[in-house]
C-alpha cells in the first residue's frame, strides 16, 4: 500500500496536516482503548487512490521535544516505511538547524521528499517561504495547513508518484492471516513449524511498495496467505526503534488480515500488549484466535489448561466467544490445530445468514424475552436481517429503537452466537426504525 509519512520538527503543524490529508475521513483507530499512538495513522484517498498516512513524530517516543536522535529516528522511520515523504517546515520560524539535519538526512534516500512550507497564509509568506529553497530539495510546496491551500496541489503530485499502484495482488480472494504477538512469544517458530517439509511454499517477497512478506500456503487441505510482518524486521538497523516499529507493524498487518492470530507467552500470561492487539482486531472487525504458545514449558495438573482458559477469558470478556489453543512452536503441538481452527473463523467470518433462518431463530427468542420497556412503552422488534456487509452486521427493527440499551443487545448477541457459528468474530448489531 501508498505510505505518504510526515516528518517534521514539533509545532511545524504536522496533525493538522495529518487531518487534512484524511480529509476528515474517520480517523480509523483512533478511538482504541489503550493504543495511543495509532492516531497518527489513518487512511485516506485522493483522486481514487488510497493511501496511508503515518504522522511519524507520533511513533518516536519523546518526539514532542526537540531531540536531534528523535528527529533522526522520525527521519529512519519515514524512510524505511514510506512510499513518499512529506517535510514539513514553518515559515513563521525560518530555517532552523534542526531543519538542515532533517534535510542533509532526506538527500540520502531515493524515494520522493515532498519539501512542504506550512502556515503560508498570504501573499507576504509566499516570497519570506522562498528562503527554503536553499535546502535543496526539489520537491517544493506552500500550504496553509489551516485553510488547506496548496494541499490539493501536493496530494495530486505526491499520487501520481505512486506508479506502482496497478500491482495486482496474486493472491487476491484468498484468506489472510496473520501471527500477532509482542516479541519471543514465537511467532517466527510457528511460522518456520508450517513452512516445514512444505514445497508449495510461494513467498511474495516485497517490492519497494510491499509492506510485508505475504506466504502462500496449501497445507492441510488449505490454502491461505500469511502474512509476516516480523521478518521485515531484519531489513532496519535500528534496533532501538523496535518497539514502535512492532506496534505500526502489528496495526498494518492487522489491517491487512481476515484473521488475527493472537500469540501469548503461557510463562508471561495476558499483558496489555495482548490487550491492544485484541482491541485492535476487533475494531477492524477481524476474526480471532487467541493462541497460548510455550505451553511445553508449563507444568500441567489436571486443571491446568481449564484454569488458563478462564483466565483468558475473563481477562477478554466481552468478547469470550474466541477460540484458544494451547502450542508449543517447538514441539509442534496443535500447530494443525491452530491453522484449522483459523480456518473455522474465517469461515465464520464470511457467513451469511439466510433473513427467513434469522427471523425464524430469532424472532421467538425476542417474542419470549423482548426489550424492557420504558416509561410504559412497549418495544417490539418486528423483523431482522443481516446487512450486505463483508463482516457479520445485523439490523433489528423496532417501533422504538432508540430505547433498546446496551444490555438487551448484549442479549441479542449472546443469542446469535448460540444459534449460528460465529466463534472468534467479531460482530455488530444495530437496532433501527422499521
Ligand atoms: P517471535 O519474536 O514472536 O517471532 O518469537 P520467536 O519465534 O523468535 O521465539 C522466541 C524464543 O522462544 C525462541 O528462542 C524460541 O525457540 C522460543 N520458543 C518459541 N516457541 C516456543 C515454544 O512453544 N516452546 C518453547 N519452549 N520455546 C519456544
Redesign the pocket.
Known amino acids: 500500500s501508498n505510505i505518504i509519512a510526515l516528518v517534521g520538527r514539533p509545532n511545524v503543524g504536522k496533525s493538522t496536516l495529518f487531518n487534512r490529508l484524511l480529509q476528515k475521513r474517520e480517523a480509523i483507530v483512533d478511538s482504541v482503548a489503550g493504543v495511543t499512538r495509532d492516531r497518527h495513522y489513518g487512511k485516506s484517498d485522493w483522486n481514487g487512490i488510497d493511501f496511508t498516512v503515518i504522522d511519524t513524530g507520533g511513533y518516536v517516543v519523546g518526539s514532542e521535544d526537540i531531540f536531534e536522535e528523535e528527529i533522526r529516528k522520525q527521519v529512519e522511520l519515514a524512510v524505511d516505511e514510506a512510499s513518499a515523504i512529506i517535510f514539513l517546515v514553518d515559515v513563521t520560524e525560518g530555517i532552523t538547524d534542526m531543519d538542515k539535519e532533517v534535510s542533509n538526512l532526506l538527500r540520502k534516500t531515493d524515494k520522493p521528499v515532498f519539501l512542504v512550507v506550512n502556515k503560508v497564509d498570504n501573499a507576504m509568506l509566499e516570497t519570506e517561504a522562498m528562503e527554503f529553497y536553499s535546502l535543496g530539495i526539489e520537491k517544493y510546496y506552500t500550504i496553509s495547513g489551516m485553510t488547506g491551500s496548496g494541499t490539493g496541489d501536493l496530494l495530486d503530485d505526491i499520487v501520481a508518484t505512486f506508479k506502482e499502484d496497478n500491482y495486482v495482488d496474486p493472491f487476491e480472494g484468498l484468506p489472510r492471516i496473520t501471527i500477532a504477538?509482542r516479541?519471543?512469544?514465537?511467532?517466527?517458530?510457528l511460522t518456520n513449524a508450517l513452512l516445514e517439509n512444505e514445497r508449495n511454499i510461494v513467498t511474495n517477497i516485497a517490492g519497494t511498495t510491499r509492506d510485508s512478506i505475504e506466504t502462500l500456503y496449501e497445507k492441510f487441505g488449505y490454502k491461505f496467505v500469511l502474512i509476516d510482518t516480523?521478518g521485515m524486521r531484519k531489513k532496519t538497523k535500528v534496533n532501538e526503534n523496535l518497539e514502535f516499529y512492532s506496534v505500526m507493524r502489528s496495526i498494518r498487518s492487522i489491517e491487512d488480515s481476515d484473521v488475527v492470530i493472537l500469540?501469548i507467552d503461557a510463562t508471561l500470561g495476558w499483558e496489555k500488549q495482548d490487550m491492544n492487539i485484541l482491541f485492535l482486531a476487533q475494531k477492524y472487525r477481524k476474526g480471532v484466535v487467541i493462541v497460548v504458545?510455550?505451553?511445553?514449558?508449563v507444568g500441567k495438573e489436571t486443571n491446568t489448561l481449564k484454569y488458563f482458559e478462564n483466565f483468558i477469558k475473563e481477562k477478554i470478556a466481552p468478547f469470550t466467544d474466541v477460540p484458544i489453543i494451547f502450542?508449543?512452536?517447538?514441539t509442534k503441538q496443535r500447530v494443525y490445530k491452530t491453522v484449522e481452527t483459523a480456518m473455522k473463523v474465517y469461515e465464520n467470518r464470511s457467513r451469511r445468514i439466510k433473513t427467513s433462518k434469522l427471523n425464524e431463530i430469532m424472532l421467538p427468542i425476542i417474542e419470549s424475552t423482548p426489550p424492557p420497556s420504558i416509561k410504559g412503552k412497549y418495544i417490539k422488534i418486528k423483523y431482522c436481517t443481516q446487512l450486505p456487509t463483508r463482516t457479520p452486521q445485523f439490523a433489528f427493527f423496532a417501533n422504538l429503537p432508540q430505547y433498546i440499551k446496551e444490555p438487551y443487545k448484549r442479549f441479542i448477541e449472546n443469542k446469535l452466537r448460540q444459534n449460528f457459528e460465529l466463534t472468534g468474530v467479531p460482530i455488530e448489531i444495530y437496532f433501527r426504525q422499521k
Do not use: E, I, R
Not at 504458545?293 to 514449558?297: A, I, Q, Y
Not at 502450542?327 to 517447538?330: D, E, L, P
Open positions: 504477538g516479541p519471543n512469544v514465537g511467532k517466527s517458530t516480523a500469540m504458545n510455550k505451553w511445553d514449558l502450542t508449543s512452536a517447538v
